[in-house]
């Protein structure tokens, strides 16, 4: 089987790649912006009929993108994420190939949900910052594509190579800057956050089942579980073998805690970027997330296997290698 991979440098998709890779009867191409790609080609930029071309002449049977930008104004999020998977739409419906399409989503396109609750593929979306609506606006493109097709909506991937932008990579970070000054207590906000951590491994492993499935629609990607910042951080702290104290500094009364943030030190520390943070969630779910994660397991045959520990054991060490 040949497979397409967009995306194969970013976080999720290096990931991607080592998976598929590692199944013999899979041929990979990845196409990318990247110098190291087997084919440059920028999505947000190039032409439908530039790409269909290079379909029909590699005529894959899977396409997987995993292609996007989690950052930047809404302009570019748009480009990157929503006119990127346009063209990926266009070109698959000119090309004679018939290749399937796994399109890699995100939590972001639900916005908040019920504290307590867990989240189903039929839940009404209300993305709450533009990067959860660039990412929605993408998987409706897919959905009325009339392609065959599957989004898989991930949750918090967490795991080695965590951006730092991330709750869990700023949360290491802080560690690391209070470990490397000798500071016998942290100071932390935002820690009654709950995120559902789902390992990049496990993501990956996902991509490559719905690869091979038949499963349509959406398809949620994540552990089925929240689990709270501060608890989080325990752990990190156990793992990294911290033994200050974690002074979590609570947010004034009715008003929204921003990010997670380690008390700033110096100017231009990653406190004081996140003390800029536009909204009180930057990935504008609100204090709570968790997946209701049946549909993955039923219809892809998959379950999530490394548990949070490990993935933090695996943030961490590349944290220290810093120290």
């Known amino acids: 089987m040949r497979v397409l991979l967009l995306g194969a440098n970013g976080f999720i998709g290096r990931f991607v790649a080592d998976r598929l890779l590692a199944d013999p009867a899979v041929h990979l191409t990845a196409l990318g912006r990247g110098d190291d790609a087997d084919v440059r080609f920028d999505l947000a930029s190039g032409s439908p009929g530039a790409l269909t071309r290079f379909l029909d002449a590699v005529h894959p049977g899977v396409v997987v993108n995993c292609a996007g930008a989690t950052r930047g104004g809404a302009r570019d999020l748009t480009r990157h994420n929503t006119v990127a998977v346009a ?6 419906r000119r090309s004679g190939c018939g290749a399937r399409l796994v399109q890699v989503g995100c939590a972001s396109e639900y916005g908040p949900s019920q504290p307590g609750s867990s989240t189903a593929e039929d839940a009404v979306p209300r993305p709450g910052g533009p990067y959860g609506v660039s990412k929605l606006a993408a998987t409706e493109l897919v959905l ?13 991937p967490v795991g080695p190579g965590t951006p730092a932008g991330s709750p869990l990579g700023r949360l290491a970070e802080a560690m690391r800057r209070a470990m490397q000054a000798g ?22 492993r996902a991509v490559h089942a719905a690869s091979l499935s038949a499963a349509q629609g959406v398809v949620n990607i994540g552990t089925g579980r929240a689990v709270r910042l501060r608890d989080a951080a325990a752990v990190l702290a156990r793992v990294a073998g911290y033994s200050g104290n974690l002074h979590e500094l609570d947010a004034p009364h009715g008003m929204p805690q921003r990010p997670m943030i380690g008390a700033p030190r110096t100017e231009g520390t990653i406190a004081d970027q ?26 892809l045959g998959w379950r999530p296997r490394i548990n949070l520990e490990e993935s933090l054991a695996d943030i961490w060490m590349e944290a220290a290698c810093r120290i």
């Open 274 to 299: 996140l003390a800029a943070a536009p909204y009180p969630y930057p990935d504008g779910c609100g204090p709570w997330q968790q997946a209701d994660v049946r549909t993955a397991r039923d219809r």
């Open 87 to 92: 063209t990926v739409c266009e070109a698959l």
């Open 183 to 204: 500071d016998g207590e942290l100071k932390l906000s935002g820690l009654g956050v709950q995120r559902d951590f789902v390992d990049v491994r496990d993501v990956a």
């Open 144 to 156: 009325g594509s009339g392609l065959d097709a599957v989004v898989l909506r991930v949750f918090s």
